[in-house]
């Protein structure tokens, strides 16, 4: 499986940002999708997840009420809104496909190349 995001950039305080994240292969809808993010001198967070249905999804504390993740399995694209913007969530921006969903990297196998978002005060 392989993974790439899209639609990162640099918005203000409030603003919004929706990322994608396109995936090759034939088997998309077997996999959990998880966002991650990492910001400079930090360790790798979970931010998101959804199962492979779609049907179950699982937020941070962080982001809850402000992020909401979703897929399309025949566009085999997972996505991240995110909404009501903050300082403290710019980072690199990861997608990842593991066969269960976790909030933890280690169950992922497969790690797109990142993307940055940048928000301003």
């Known amino acids: 499986v392989q993974l790439v995001e899209s639609g990162g950039g640099l918005v203000q305080a409030g603003g919004s940002l929706r990322l994608s994240c396109a995936a090759s292969?034939?088997?998309?809808?077997?996999?959990?999708m998880g966002w991650f993010r990492q910001a400079p001198g930090k360790e790798r967070e979970f931010v998101a997840a959804i199962s492979g249905s779609g049907r179950s999804t699982y937020y941070a504390d962080s982001v809850q009420g402000r992020f909401t993740t979703s897929r399309d399995n025949a566009k085999k694209t997972v996505y991240l809104q995110m909404n009501s913007l903050k300082p403290e969530d710019t980072a690199v921006y990861y997608c990842a496909a593991a066969t269960r969903v976790a909030p933890t990297p280690i169950p992922y196998d497969y790690w797109g190349q990142g993307i940055q978002v940048t928000v301003s005060s």
């Open positions: 292969g034939r088997t998309f809808s077997s996999y959990a």
